[in-house]
Structures are given as C-alpha cells and as structure tokens.
C-alpha cells in the first residue's frame, strides 16, 4: 500500500485544515487507516483512524470533537477535516495503514509521507 499525504499548512488558531492521503495499492477492504502526528522531541501519536471497510472511526482524546476522519472509497482517499485548531495541534502529521484496528505506530504498516501543520497562536 502506497500512502501520500498532503493539505497540511499555516493557520492560525481556531482556524481549520483539511488534510488529504491518497491511498493505492490497496488489496484488500479490511486496513485500518490512520492518522498520526509527530512534534519536535515527541513520539509519534495516534491522531483518527477509520475502518476502510466499515467507516467506524476512533479518535485520541485530545482531539475529539474538533476533527473528523472520514474516507472516500471510489477516490481511495482518507480525509482529516481539523477545526478549533490550537498551537499544540502543530505537528507534522503522517497518514498509515494497519492490517486491522490498530491505533498504535508499531502496528502500521505502511506511511505516506509527513505533512506539516502549523498553528499560531
């Protein structure tokens, strides 16, 4: 599976981003597609996933309620809408892929590229 991540960017907090990760390669419908973001010093961290076959979705606590992960199936393509964005959600954001449900780094298997997010106060 080939992943490439884009959309990230500047804005200024409360404001919002959409970020793209256009998948291909993908054989089978039951991956776990993700989000992570990564801040200087910091391990890499769980952001959304979503169920490719189901659509179910889990997120991280921290950002509940302010971003939504959904894909679109006939584009092959994952979306992170972030809204209420904070100077703490600054990271370089990273799209992967698991064989399941899986929201830990070590599980995935595949990563696209970062894509930077910047947020000023």
């Known amino acids: 599976v080939q992943l490439q991540a884009s959309g990230g960017g500047s804005v200024q907090a409360g404001g919002s981003l959409r970020l793209s990760c256009a998948v291909s390669?993908?054989?089978?419908?039951?991956?776990?597609m993700s989000w992570f973001r990564q801040a200087p010093g910091e391990e890499r961290k769980f952001v959304a996933g979503i169920s490719w076959r189901l659509g179910s979705k889990r997120y991280a606590e921290s950002v509940k309620g302010r971003f939504t992960i959904s894909r679109d199936s006939a584009a092959y393509t994952v979306y992170l809408q972030m809204s209420s964005l904070k100077p703490e959600d600054t990271a370089l954001y990273y799209c992967?892929?698991?064989?399941?449900?899986?929201?830990?780094?070590?599980?995935?298997?595949?990563w696209g590229q970062g894509t930077l997010v910047t947020v000023s106060s």
């Open positions: 390669g993908l054989t089978t419908s039951d991956n776990f």
């Open positions: 992967a892929t698991s064989p399941g449900v899986d929201t830990t780094a070590i599980g995935a298997v595949s």
